[in-house]
């Protein structure tokens, strides 16, 4: 009797380790290449560090996530899980910026282009901005000069702290806090002082200075789990993944394949592993040698993301959002429709502190105390306002720390290890830990398995390959 052939046994076979952006992207990615995957997730949703939950009647993003024009590559995933019609793009930039004064006097000012070309289509938002004086602007016109002219190539800007060098380009207190924190804390999740300058090169020349249109700002108009979780759920499955929630990889096993235990005991075996977790998670699982100093992931460090969320009974802001200066509360968002808020009149505000050690393990009484009153000052209205909620979500490990010297601790997703690859926006993408970066990450583990051998294809932009 002839054997039959079973073509599922000739296929490769993949594990992903982690059920974030990164893990996605591999998984669809490895799977669109007729491998069998399995995509593992200790928690019970996909979308790692930005997803939804349940409190009583709302649903709420564990933090406010927004990408731009210029993040291909998250909007590439956003077009692959049929969910483009979920995220919202502004058609151009336009950035409120409410400044309020010691004695509560209120500026409102705007960071907006014009469809001129760089760097002209900032020339008239920066001309008019009320929070910076004239000389003032001409600093940040002689920064963002110099900026454009930086070679994101040279390794030496790792080394340079970013605060150090705007200083060196005759910037200012008044400056730092009015332009260059004001979008690089919200994108690093660092203060000047505490970014490399190459990352914030890179932020910088890559979102305002490269394309008029690069920095206009997108967000999910849904949950983010209705996005991360069941359009990358949905699409996982119908490419033929096998998702795995509630699982989580306890050991990394090598033999003729690579062998995953997971803590309910199935060991499943693979011609490729990717480790798409955290920096931590990785490191737990990696072999001897398949790094040559492992223990400098822990070196990476993190920095922690704040978010406050605040019902009230009444609307008080008519914009999607707006940034602040002159006040503790960095970036206000109108989180009402999003989250199914059903209270008739209420709107529900959501605060996205970020580069917070200082406050991350505040009691939310504490922080009750700290942020309203702000609001207060920042929002008039809200002192006749009742709060209907208040409470606070913490991510302690919610990015890795920017720092002067990062670049060397950021391994590549290829592994001494034959098969055995790493993913993550702490991989060496060369773009700070940001949702784009995680699907970069998730492009180039695919890539290195594919090409094993070969030197991997370089798409640039990261954009889905058709």
């Known amino acids: 009797m002839t054997a039959r052939h079973d073509p599922d046994r000739a296929r490769p076979t993949a594990v992903v380790v982690g059920g974030g952006l990164a893990g ?21 949703r996909l979308g790692g560090l930005a997803f939804s939950f349940r409190r009583g009647e709302l649903t709420v993003d564990n933090g406010q996530h927004v990408f731009l024009r210029c993040c291909t590559a998250y909007r590439g995933l956003i077009d692959r899980l049929g ?77 340079i702290s970013f605060g150090d ?19 690089g804390v919200a994108t690093l999740n660092a203060t000047a002082d505490q970014t490399s300058l190459a990352l914030a090169a890179m932020v910088f020349k890559t979102g305002l200075l490269s394309d008029p249109g690069a920095s206009d700002i997108g967000m999910a108009n849904v949950p983010l789990g209705a996005i991360h979780h069941d359009a990358a759920r949905a699409e996982l499955e119908r490419a033929g993944v096998r998702v795995l929630l509630r699982s989580r990889a306890v050991e990394l096993k090598q033999a003729e394949q690579h062998a995953v235990r997971l803590d309910g005991g199935e060991l499943l075996t693979a011609d490729t592993v990717v480790l798409a977790g955290a920096q931590e998670a990785a490191a737990a699982l990696l072999p001897a040698g398949a790094l040559d100093r492992p223990e400098r992931l822990a070196e990476l460090g993190h920095a922690p993301i704040l978010n406050v969320h ?3 009974d009444r609307k008080l802001l008519r914009q999607p959002f707006f940034a602040a200066l002159g006040s503790p509360v960095q970036w206000v968002f109108d989180r009402t429709s999003h989250s199914g808020l059903a209270v008739p009149g209420a709107q529900y505000l959501a605060l996205s502190q970020s580069a917070v050690e200082d406050e991350i393990e505040l009691p939310v009484a504490e922080l ?51 098969g055995l690859l ?29 090409t094993a051998g070969r030197r991997p294809v370089d798409r640039g932009d990261g954009r889905w390959p058709r």
């Not at 060098?165 to 979008?183: C, F, I, P």
């Open 83 to 159: 969910a483009g019609r979920l995220v919202d793009l502004q058609p151009r930039l336009d950035v409120p910026v409410l400044g309020v004064s010691a004695d509560g006097r209120r500026t409102l000012g705007r960071l907006r282009r014009a469809g001129l070309p760089v760097p002209l289509h900032l020339a008239g938002s920066l001309a008019t901005y009320p929070h910076l004086s004239p000389v003032d602007r001409l600093r940040v016109v002689r920064a963002a000069l110099a900026l454009k002219a930086l070679d994101l190539a040279d390794p030496a800007l790792d080394a």
């Open 24 to 44: 996605i992207t591999a998984a669809l990615r490895l799977a669109e290449a007729d491998h069998r995957v399995t995509l593992v997730e200790s928690r019970p």
């Open 310 to 312: 605040v019902v009230y």
């Open 368 to 418: 009750r105390a700290r942020y309203l009153p702000e609001l207060e000052r920042l929002l008039p209205a809200a002192k006749g306002a009742e709060v209907l909620d208040f409470f606070v979500t913490r991510e302690r490990t919610a990015t890795f720390a920017p720092a002067p010297g990062t670049a060397p601790l950021r391994p590549t997703a290829r592994t001494k290890v034959p």
């Open 165 to 183: 060098w705007l200083r060196r380009q005759g910037q200012n207190a008044a400056t730092l806090a009015a332009m260059w924190d004001l979008v």
């Open 422 to 450: 790493l993913a993550g926006s702490w991989t060496a993408t060369g773009w700070p830990a940001t949702m784009e970066g995680a699907v970069r990450s998730g492009h180039a583990a695919a890539d290195a398995a594919l």
